[in-house]
């Protein structure tokens, strides 16, 4: 089992930034990749960026690309997403997840995920 405990997320001013971060505890190295999604009311889960635990290798969804930075610390088996410019469509619950298996955008493909954190992003 792994658990994935969320922290950080608020309420932050169009253009301004937030950061989310995501400790994982219980048997990661299973893990191969971690990753963040986000849903927004009445809307589906979304895949917004991934990270391969071992070399790196990123992943982001085209709508966040060149705002957002997703990074881990493996030491501290924490993955954190750095948002910056963000807008109100960027208001959802935002998930971090864990998958055994190799990347993907699909939500069906993780196998972890945390309690969500709530990022509103006001005009």
């Known amino acids: 089992q792994v658990q994935l405990v969320e922290s950080g997320g608020g309420l932050v001013q169009a253009g301004g930034s937030l950061s989310v971060s995501c400790a994982a505890s219980?048997?990661?190295?299973?893990?191969?990749?971690m990753g963040w999604f986000r849903q927004a009311p009445g809307k589906e889960r979304e895949f917004v960026a991934a990270?391969?635990?071992?070399?790196?290798?990123?992943y982001y969804a085209d709508s966040v690309k060149g705002r957002f930075t997703i990074a881990i610390d493996n030491a501290k088996n924490t993955v954190y997403l750095q948002m910056n410019s963000l807008k109100p469509e960027d208001t959802a619950d935002y998930y971090c997840?864990?998958?055994?298996?190799?990347?993907?955008?699909?939500?069906?493909?993780?196998?972890?995920w945390g309690q969500g954190t709530q990022v509103t992003v006001s005009l």
């Open positions: 997840a864990a998958a055994r298996r190799g990347f993907s955008s699909s939500f069906q493909s993780y196998d972890y």
């Open positions: 990270i391969r635990r071992s070399g790196g290798s990123t």
């Open positions: 219980g048997r990661t190295f299973f893990m191969t990749h």
